[in-house]
């Protein structure tokens, strides 16, 4: 199951069934992680990494990744930290403690949003059916983190591996993001 | 559909990720108590509906949800310069011309 890990956050949920099975590709539903919001200016982000674990990636479209940690490049004043789910409140404290009165935002949204695992060599083939963006190695490398649209629900990609990617989406769009990216896998096992 | 470069994330992408929002460079007065009516609605509602090259605002809503602005001519539905919000308006005449406009 190693070449099915995402990575260390976002692992398969062992309880759940496989959305999609098929030799070339498969879907499955990620185990819950702490997923919180961070907004703030350039001055903020040396202190909020440190109490982090990991630094505040700066580069567009990237992510710095430590052990249980991840920091994702959301917007210029946004990033996403992910850490393991029953770490919440040390993580949360941790920043509210290393960055004092740093003008600065933190929101849990752990529970806003779920996470699939896309992976398989056939993945990119299949997130483009609902995403019109370059998923090639060279347009979009290991690691790449952006929001865009799958059909009409907002998600957010996160490329962890060369064949592996994670799809976040709200709570309430993920019956039709996985429910879109089932029915086009099986209509791939059919062709 | 158009592909509409994101100057904050430094990519191309599809219109469907952006909202326009109108035309660019258009400052609220600093003290509207002291405004006339008159200024307000010109303020407020009117636009130059410009036939050519002109600068108007986009967001990058499902990006990276930033502002920003660019040149396009509304002839041919092409952009001719992107540029982040708060920077100075290019100069439009400049731009159309090495457009061939």
């Not at chain 1, 759940?16 to 997923?35: G, N, W, Y």
């Not at chain 1, 290393?98 to 060599?121: C, F, K, N």
């Not at chain 2, 326009?20 to 010109?42: F, K, L, M, Y």
């Not at chain 2, 509906?49 to 920003?68: D, P, S």
Request: charged share 25%.
């Amino acid at each position: 199951m190693s070449d099915l890990l995402a990575n260390d956050l976002i692992t398969p949920d062992a309880g759940e069934a496989p959305l999609l099975a098929q030799a070339d590709v498969s879907i499955l539903k990620a185990v819950p992680v702490t997923r919180l919001s961070y907004r703030g200016r350039e001055g903020s982000l040396k202190a909020a990494g440190k109490a982090f674990g990991v630094a505040l990636p700066v580069q567009p479209l990237s992510n710095s990744t430590a052990p249980k940690r991840a920091a994702l490049w959301m917007g210029p004043d946004e990033w996403t930290l992910l850490a393991p789910e029953e770490e919440l409140n040390a993580v949360f404290e941790a920043i509210e403690k290393g960055l004092g009165d740093t003008p600065h935002a933190l929101v849990d949204v752990s529970h806003r949003s779920l996470a699939v695992i896309v992976s398989g060599a056939k993945a990119e083939w299949l997130l483009n059916t609902g995403i019109f963006i370059d998923l090639s190695l060279e347009a979009f490398p290991v690691g790449t983190v952006t929001r865009t649209i799958f059909h009409k629900a907002p998600v957010m990609l996160w490329r962890t591996g060369p064949d592996t990617f994670v799809v976040e989406s709200w709570v309430s769009f993920m019956d039709y993001v996985s429910g879109l990216l089932v029915q086009v896998g099986q209509e791939l096992a059919a062709a | 559909m158009l592909l509409v470069y994101c100057p904050y994330c430094d990519v191309e992408r599809a219109e469907t990720e952006f909202a326009c929002r109108g035309e660019a460079h258009i400052a609220r007065p600093a003290d509207p108590t002291q405004v006339s009516d008159e200024d307000w609605v010109n303020y407020l509602y009117m636009r130059t509906n410009t036939k050519g090259v002109y600068a108007e605002r986009w967001r990058h809503i499902h990006g990276c949800g930033r502002f920003f602005n660019a040149v396009r001519d509304t002839v041919s539905d092409r952009f001719l310069k992107f540029y982040k919000a708060g920077e100075t308006m290019p100069d439009l005449e400049a731009i159309a011309k090495e457009a061939g406009k």
